[in-house]
């Protein structure tokens, strides 16, 4: 769907990426990196109301970039020996790092919205498997699902004792505000930032976690060293979702 809000985020990111292709051509200094694609870079594109979200070589977001810095720097392990469901993998760079793994499932309620080989259909709201994945990753997924505290048992059902989920959603200082997809698109946009989103997360998502079951940890990128952060222009936070029982991981 075509609304205002798209086509103003879309300019704002072909203006600036523009920009720095241009700069790129002119010799400009590359001060900056990105740990989704190892590059070093002139900056950072607009999308939004972010002033620096997309790596101008690989396009990755901050929440991608996050990831993949986590995963370098041992603070997140990636179970290779084990099995992950990807769900929504627009990541290429967290694709190719997932697809290591002895089992892994790229899904999507469309599969063929993307171009990822051996892509699964998976409703979070009828997955039914039980202690099947070491690990489950859905990035600005748990927005998108009518009920997310069923989508949450499921998940939960689907690890393995010691599993772990890892979750990353839009985020706003106030509380979560529900609604449902009987609420008109231009209204969802305007309520919760994108026509088809049913709901717009606050801090509070992490007591939706805890009641589910799961033990949680939150990894904000304000945490991180300010010298990394601002060369690699890292945001967001990651709901670091363990499900108890098993071998506890680093």
Not at 89 to 113: H, I, K, Q
């Amino acid at each position: 769907m075509i609304t205002v809000q798209r086509v103003a985020k879309a300019v704002g990111k072909h203006l600036t990426r523009t920009s720095l292709q241009a700069r790129k051509a002119l010799g400009a200094r590359r001060k900056r990196g990105c740990p989704a694609c190892g590059a070093t870079v002139v900056g950072f594109f607009r999308y939004g109301d972010n002033g620096e979200w997309g790596c101008p070589e690989c396009g990755a977001s901050p929440r991608e970039r996050l990831m993949n810095w986590l995963i370098a720097n041992g603070r997140l392990a990636v179970p290779v020996e084990g099995a992950i469901l990807h769900m929504a993998p627009n990541e290429a760079s967290l694709v190719r790092r997932f697809s290591a793994a002895t089992y892994y499932m790229p899904a999507d309620l469309d599969p063929s919205r993307y171009t990822v080989p051996n892509m699964a259909r998976v409703d979070l709201m009828e997955l039914a498997v039980t202690d099947r994945y070491d690990l489950f990753y859905a990035s600005h997924v748990m927005e998108h699902v009518p009920d997310d505290m069923a989508v949450l048992r499921n998940i939960y059902r689907a690890l393995k004792p010691g599993g772990e989920a890892w979750l990353i959603v839009p985020l706003w200082a106030k509380a979560t505000e529900d609604g449902s997809f009987d609420i008109p698109p231009r209204e969802r946009e305007r309520r919760f930032g994108q026509w088809d989103h049913v709901r717009q997360y606050g801090p509070d998502f992490a007591d939706r976690i805890r009641a589910a079951g799961f033990d949680l940890e939150e990894i904000d990128a304000s945490s991180i060293d300010v010298a990394a952060r601002h060369y690699y222009a890292l945001d967001d936070r990651l709901f670091r979702a363990r499900k108890p029982g098993g071998a506890a991981t680093r």
